[in-house]
T-cell receptor, first 111, second 114 residues
């Protein structure tokens, strides 16, 4: 089947930038998403990008997409302790609510 | 605007029993999707309901079923529970017609099978 892969752990110091990487295999992916999950909670949509874009910025978040390499990244500027959570990359195709998620990257922010 | 409500939050069941989980989507949302989250398999898509009809289905056995009511509330049922069904079950609602819309997730129902 089609896969979405992410590294499992990332640790950064407060104030540094965090970069979480994701690769996917489905060339028909149309939308790519980043979700955040805090302990005991559901997933919160952070941002998404169309496959015909290569960058999207939203306040402290920057999403970069390399469609040729099927590589997606999420950069969090000035990372805060409140950003500690699990971040999921996900993709879907056009007009389809069947989303495929990566395993999630656990981001730990140290003071 | 109320979020996605899942009930109950926690459940403990015995192997062989059946269980029903409930999800109330955001008002106006017509699509409800269900996911199973486990440490080993991550998030796996179960099925999606839109306007009372199952629109998409993942690769789960027939013991997993669902339905959606006219008010868009959805229920998920698991029969003949197995230990491996222990998981966090997440419900996500969306308009179902605007893409991409992303999902709004509920906080989940944590099912433990003993």
């Amino acid at each position: 089947g089609e896969d979405v892969e992410q590294s499992l752990f990332l640790s950064v110091r407060e104030g540094d930038s965090s970069v979480i990487n994701c690769t996917y295999t489905d060339s028909s992916s149309t939308y790519l998403y980043w979700y955040k999950q805090e302990p005991g909670a559901g997933l919160q949509l952070l941002t998404y990008i169309f496959s015909n874009m290569d960058m999207k910025q939203d306040q402290r978040l920057t999403v970069l997409l390399n469609k040729k390499d099927k590589h997606l990244s999420l950069r969090i500027a000035d990372t805060q302790t409140g950003d500690s959570a699990i971040y999921f990359c996900a993709e879907s195709t056009y007009n389809n609510n069947d989303m495929r998620f990566g395993a999630g990257t656990r981001l730990t922010v140290k003071p | 605007k109320a979020g996605v409500t899942q009930t109950p939050r926690y459940l403990i069941k015995t192997r062989g029993q059946q269980v029903t989980l409930s999800c109330s989507p955001i008002s106006g949302h017509r699509s409800v999707s269900w996911y199973q989250q486990t440490p080993g398999q991550g998030l796996q898509f179960l099925f999606e309901y839109f306007s009372e009809t199952q629109r998409n289905k993942g690769n789960f056995p027939g013991r997993f079923s669902g339905r959606q009511f006219s008010n868009s509330r959805s229920e998920m049922n698991v029969s003949t529970l197995e230990l491996g069904d222990s998981a966090l079950y997440l419900c996500a609602s969306s308009s179902g017609t605007d893409f991409p819309n992303g999902y709004t997730f509920g906080s989940g129902t944590r099912l433990t099978v003993v």
